[in-house]
């Protein structure tokens, strides 16, 4: 294991610790922290109490960073990192800590797992909708095996949704943004009748699309539509003190053209059999190295292209939650039934070249039901215990197409349908050891079964039925020379994989005063195999991964000081990491699939600061620091300069830069009749980081610098506000996820951050 930068990591909590008493000013002079209260343990509990590694957002804060989208609270949340998938902007991936999942397929479960009012969202495919109308956000850190319906071995963030209330309210704010984008957002709440409370959310964008960041010189179209509808109903029954019921039904609708992937050419033009010096030296070389039909990007501008299809996207989903809570004597019975419908289509083009050498259109239909049950001591008990069980049942259709005429000669067409029955119980105890000293245990049983019916077809179809039935050759049973190792013929394995797993969390809390906590904390999670939907064209390709395991070990402390104007917290964790799932290309197949790439070791330090030294003025700081390295791995990999093959042994994990900041500072000043004027300012600080498992320079992100801004104008404690923003002051060009397609098909791709945007707002409550 590589040795991690703590010098980096002292300096700065020695620094915060040597300002800190500065902020002991008089109580005249001195602001206040506001206190945050968490339901990370299915129970309300100050932050500063959770023993465990949790970031959280009010609403407020929501709407000042511009979190309009789950990825985009990676900006302002210390180790999280949000990446689109390696085929575009349809697919998000979360990684924290480094670990996360790189997979562009409908099939794949999320390592960190993303709940909307305690429901889980199935597949990174739905982690795109819009974030509006929150209560709060909760970013958990680490293995979540014992509270939460699904394992998750990165994480948990939950988004918690504003709730009806029992007096009228509501509010309405209009934007006016880059690339001639105008949106609408507003909700207004309040009693129905005697027991009942109702509340109604709408939001609305609409992007000219002649107007965006991204040109496709082929179709001569600039790319920018993006319209987004959103709406989410919610009503509140209260029957009596001790019942409460509460059904929520969201719709979301995304109609966009998402901009064009930049292309990597890959090969020498003066011997194509080779990859070109450049590539092979880790730069991005166009014209001086070309693809296997001989196109490179002619100019600079990252977001340009020649793709011979536009990038359009077409998503629509309905969400229904029911939410039942019984104040029974001693103890609550609370259950939470979910149902998910989501589709997708999407039209792609891979290699981001005039010719169809792989011209993508996907479709993805999604049905998941969800049904947990959870009993919950009060504060009778000595010991405080939560026991529960949850039952999920997703089916899953995906499926694609992938012209490659012009490279191989051949349309195909591959995809599955997949079904997933998962029932868990778990179960948590808080023991007191002392009148300072606490033990929390946790202990999960799931049983999971996973059916998969999928193959790689020649030819253009819809659905996996109608290639089916055609009889089209399938790719992975066609016959291939003697003495290949990827042999074609029946294919020989089950299509259903089995697990059971004992998950457990081990944590000691020590609290020797109201302002201090300490923590170890012990934790596991794992997260199921299944089947790779990618391209296959040999049946080892098709043979099952295996679940990936993670435990991690974690000691942490949290810190308020200086008369609640500081509050510092801070966590070491190291993760033993067995199996780690990513997509990527194996040396002896020309198509990136899903499989385990080996064992992980990850070590690395966290730390967060609050600090309002006067009523005024608000600074927030963020850090991560850590170093991974695959241990362990059977995975062989060519070098691009055709030498010996080699393991991925010593390589680090996609998406795991060694270092990460964030901050901001929020000053406010009256300027006047009543009025106040607020500065914001927020930056993130990403350090290099390979964006796939092979470690291709050439495709790796140098490291980056986001830089936002914000003013706010509004009377004191008054209805309305007017604000400017921008987004990336800088215009820092940066990458956001690739994929190594060099030695099988000549070029690779790359994934863009969006560039420069600004925008004028303005909002009335009531």
Request: aromatic share 12%; proline share 6%.
């Amino acid at each position: 294991m590589k040795t991690i930068a703590i010098a980096g990591f002292s300096t700065w909590v020695l620094t915060t610790l040597c300002l800190t008493p500065v902020t002991a000013l008089g109580q005249e002079e001195a602001g206040v922290l506001e206190e945050i209260i968490v339901t990370a343990t299915r129970r309300e509990l100050r932050l500063q109490d959770l023993p465990a590694s949790v970031t959280a957002f009010t609403s407020q804060e929501l709407n000042d960073l511009r979190v309009l989208r789950p990825q985009d609270l990676a900006e302002q949340t210390p180790g999280l990192l949000t990446k689109y998938g390696p085929n575009g902007l349809a697919t998000v991936g979360f990684y924290i800590r480094g670990v996360g999942i790189n997979d562009f397929t409908g099939t794949v479960d999320s390592a960190v797992g993303i709940y909307l009012d305690e429901v889980f969202q199935p597949t990174p495919d739905m982690l795109n909708f819009a974030v509006f109308d929150i209560e709060r956000v909760e970013v958990l850190k680490g293995p979540q095996g014992t509270l939460y319906g699904r394992n998750s071995t990165g994480g948990a963030i939950n988004f918690i949704t504003a709730k009806p209330t029992d007096e009228p309210e509501g509010y309405i704010r209009g934007e006016y943004s880059s690339f001639s984008t105008a949106s609408v957002s507003a909700a207004i709440s309040g009693p129905l009748g005697e027991a009942l409370q109702g509340r109604l959310a709408i939001k609305y964008q609409d992007s000219a699309s002649s107007d965006g960041y991204s040109f496709n010189r082929f179709t001569d179209n600039e790319l920018g539509d993006n319209d987004v509808t959103a709406i989410r109903g919610q009503l509140n029954w209260k029957s009596s003190d001790n019942f409460e019921a509460r059904l929520m039904y969201g719709y979301g609708k995304i109609e966009a053209e998402m901009p064009l992937l930049m292309h990597v050419a890959g090969r020498d033009p003066n011997n194509p059999g080779n990859v070109c010096p450049s590539i092979i030296a880790g730069s991005r070389d166009e014209g001086n190295c070309v693809d296997l039909l001989g196109y490179f990007d002619p100019d600079n501008d990252p977001y340009d292209g020649d793709a011979n299809i536009d990038t359009l996207l077409d998503i629509e989903s309905q969400d229904v939650i029911v939410t039942l809570n019984w104040t029974l004597p001693r103890f609550t019975v609370t259950s939470i039934t979910g149902y998910n419908d989501f589709e997708k289509f999407q039209t792609q083009d891979i290699d981001a070249s005039p010719f169809v050498a792989a011209d993508n259109v996907t479709y993805n239909e999604v049905d998941n039901f969800s049904q947990e049950f959870r009993l919950t001591s009060d504060d009778s008990f000595r010991l405080k215990w939560i026991v529960g069980g949850n039952y999920t049942d997703t089916d899953i259709e995906w499926f694609q197409t992938i012209d490659l005429t012009d490279l191989a000669g051949i349309p195909t067409s591959n995809g599955a349908d997949q079904t997933t029955r998962s029932w868990a119980l778990f179960g948590q105890i808080v023991v007191p050891v002392s009148d300072k000293l606490e033990f929390v245990g946790g202990l999960r049983y799931t049983d999971e079964k996973r059916s998969w019916a999928g193959a790689t077809f020649i030819g253009t179809f819809d659905n996996l039925d109608q290639a089916l039935a055609s009889g089209a050759p399938i790719l992975s049973q066609l016959p291939l020379p003697p003495g290949n190792p990827n042999q074609g013929g029946p294919l020989d394995f089950p299509s259903t994989v089995k697990e059971k797993n004992t998950d457990f969390q081990a944590v000691l809390k020590y609290t020797p005063n109201d302002d201090m906590m300490y923590y170890l904390n012990i934790s596991e999670a794992f997260r199921s195999g299944g089947y790779s939907s990618a391209v296959i064209f040999s049946q080892d390709a098709l043979e099952p991964y295996e679940p990936e395991n993670l435990r991690a070990y974690e000691a942490g402390f949290k810190f308020t000081l200086a008369n609640n104007t500081v509050r510092l917290n801070s966590a070491a964790y190291f993760y033993d990491f067995k199996d780690f799932q990513a997509t990527f290309v194996r040396a002896t197949e020309p198509s990136a699939r899903l499989q385990n790439a080996g064992d992980v070791e990850i070590i690395g330090l966290e730390a967060s600061l609050d600090w309002m030294p006067t009523p005024r003025l608000t600074i927030n700081l963020g850090m991560n620091l850590q170093d991974s390295e695959i241990v362990s791995t059977e995975v062989v990999l060519p070098p691009l300069d055709g030498g010996p093959p080699t393991t991925i042994e010593g390589n680090e994990i996609p998406n795991a830069p060694k270092f990460s900041y964030n901050g901001r500072v929020r000053y406010d000043m009256p300027t006047g009749s009543g009025f106040t004027t607020s500065f914001m300012a927020d930056f993130s600080s990403v350090g290099s980081h390979f964006l796939e498992p092979n470690n291709r320079e050439a495709l790796a992100e140098s490291g980056y610098f986001l830089l936002n801004a914000r003013i706010n104008f509004r009377p004191q404690d008054g209805p309305w506000y007017v604000a400017a923003w921008v987004r990336n002051l800088t215009d820092e060009d940066y990458r956001s996820a690739a994929q190594d397609l060099f030695l099988s098909l000549g070029f690779s791709e790359i994934v863009l951050g969006q560039p420069r945007t600004w925008g004028i707002e303005a909002g009335y409550r009531f």
